[in-house]
């Protein structure tokens, strides 16, 4: 028997269907472990960054664009959705505090409601620019993974920055892509915020605040490009936002 896959997908969507099977891992490790479901998260994002760079240098296929929104529904929509929910149940319960555990539970189905709505319209209007229009599915995953792992997990805040991001991920603020060495830096903190339990286990002699210490600086940066990027990060060939505005068709 032959798969119908061979020949037919590249190794660039490969990567991107692993992203996807990592998205589903997050989800079901929110049920038993917090952190861990959001180190999986960021280790989705790190293979959603890696397709692209394995795409450019290795080539892609037809079904890229559509395996990559995919994955993306799953890994940056359903995944941080989920966690927060499971933060939202893990605080209380529908007997003990209805609204806010309806609350966790809303707000997740609206991030995944806009983001698969953003992800559709990316895949149609946006794939090929280099910028997107509303915030991003990855940095929006990025930044609720970190705050779990820095420590924010009081219910209220997740559930009220989660449905920030469904709102801002369908409005028309303009983002510019990441610069190929910023998206590197970032890839790097956020590998050393997945591999810090590694090492702890590995060695008494790395400092047991280093793991937050990382997650703060994913936070910081993720938070930094979010409030700053559609306004300062234009550069490079970029065109600014005022030259695209009557260019959007999104």
């Known amino acids: 028997m032959r798969f119908r896959f061979v020949g037919r997908l590249g190794l660039a969507d490969a990567v991107?269907?692993?992203?996807?099977?990592?998205?589903?891992?997050?989800?079901?490790a929110a049920t038993v472990d917090l952190e861990l479901a959001a180190r999986l998260v960021l280790l989705a994002a790190v293979a959603d960054g890696l397709d692209g760079v394995v795409a450019r240098h290795r080539g892609s296929t037809e079904a890229g664009p559509y395996l990559d929104s995919l994955a993306d529904v799953a890994s940056f929509g359903v995944?941080?959705?989920t966690l927060v929910t499971a933060v939202a149940l893990d605080g209380a319960s529908f007997a003990s505090d209805p609204r806010l555990v309806a609350g966790g539970i809303g707000a997740g189905a609206l991030f995944v409601a806009t983001a698969v709505a953003r992800l559709g319209l990316y895949?149609?209007?946006d794939s090929d620019a280099r910028e997107t229009v509303g915030v991003p599915t990855t940095?929006?995953?990025?930044?609720?993974?970190?705050?779990?792992?820095?420590?924010?997990?009081?219910?209220v805040l997740l559930a009220a920055a989660t449905a920030a991001f469904a709102v801002l991920m369908g409005t028309t603020i303009t983002y510019p892509d990441l610069h190929a060495q910023d998206a590197l830096v970032m890839g790097v903190v956020q590998a050393a915020v997945i591999l810090t339990p590694a090492g702890h286990v590995a060695t008494a002699a790395?400092?047991?605040?280093?793991?937050?210490?990382?997650?703060?600086?994913?936070l910081f940066l993720a938070c930094g490009y979010l409030l700053f990027?559609?306004?300062?990060?234009?550069?490079?060939g970029i065109r600014s936002p005022p030259d695209?505005?009557?260019?959007?068709g999104v």
């Open 139 to 155: 940095l929006a995953a990025t930044i609720l993974a970190a705050a779990v792992i820095a420590g924010y997990t009081d219910p």
């Open 206 to 218: 790395l400092p047991a605040w280093i793991g937050e210490g990382f997650a703060f600086a994913l």
């Open 229 to 236: 990027g559609p306004r300062f990060y234009w550069g490079d």
């Open 79 to 81: 995944a941080p959705a």
């Open 123 to 125: 895949t149609a209007h």
């Open 244 to 248: 695209d505005a009557g260019e959007q």
């Open 16 to 28: 991107t269907v692993a992203n996807a099977a990592v998205g589903f891992l997050a989800v079901v």
